[in-house]
């Protein structure tokens, strides 16, 4: 009786550790799993904090590089703009001042004469009162100029050579502004039956 006694205790003691080493070990993975959800959130945390910068670094760098792009373009179609305006501009004078010589050599001794006095190179172009004066126009538009080309014709006296007609052709050729002038020039030499085009560009506007 007395070994049955002892035998159901120690039965009941065992279970009872049991037990405990079950709620144990029950307590201890769930502590182990709140855990794991504790290190999985603060890595996402610390993922986000990292995430962020990157992304308002290449926002900023893709905003940078489409501000450039941007004022290239706008650079780009004003340097185009000018360049067309200066080649518009260029060939307007450019045909007026081979239209002058074309009038000069077709009249031949009917031309103006050279003045009876030579003092150097003919200066009436530097003025524009004497130049808007004295200026034809060959042609009455041009088209996408503000206004008609001019040219102005001066006789042009060579103290090496007696003989020969020499004038100072002038031109002006606008674009699309006021702003946008060349101006060219040609010294043509009629010694007899020989004619000489010494062709230059004016460099600065004269006014």
């Known amino acids: 009786m007395l070994m049955r006694r002892a035998t159901a205790e120690r039965l009941r003691m065992r279970g009872q550790h049991c037990w405990r080493s079950k709620e144990a070990q029950r307590s201890g993975g769930l502590s182990r799993k709140r855990n794991g959800c504790r290190s ?21 760098m893709m905003l940078a590089t489409s501000a450039i792009w941007f004022e290239t373009s706008i650079a780009a179609a004003r340097a185009a703009s000018n360049v067309r305006d200066y080649l518009q501009a260029f060939h307007a004078a450019d045909s007026a001042l081979n239209l002058c010589a ?3 050599v077709a009249a031949g001794e009917d031309a103006p004469g050279a003045p009876q006095i030579a003092s150097g190179e003919p200066a009436q172009w530097k003025l524009e009162s004497a130049f808007e004066a004295g200026a034809i126009t060959p042609v009455a538009q041009w088209p996408g100029s503000l206004h008609a080309p001019q040219c102005l014709i001066e006789p042009w006296r060579l103290a090496t050579r007696a003989n ?24 043509l030499v009629i010694d007899g039956e020989t004619i000489e085009r010494h062709w230059r560009r004016v460099a600065a506007r004269p006014f």
């Open 40 to 60: 999985h959130h603060a890595s996402l945390g610390r993922q986000s904090g990292v995430v962020l910068p990157i992304v308002l670094l290449i926002s900023a």
């Open 102 to 104: 074309r009038s000069v």
């Open 164 to 187: 020969a007609q020499a004038y100072l052709l002038t031109s002006r050729g606008f674009g699309r502004t006021s702003e946008s002038q060349v101006w060219l020039q040609m010294e």
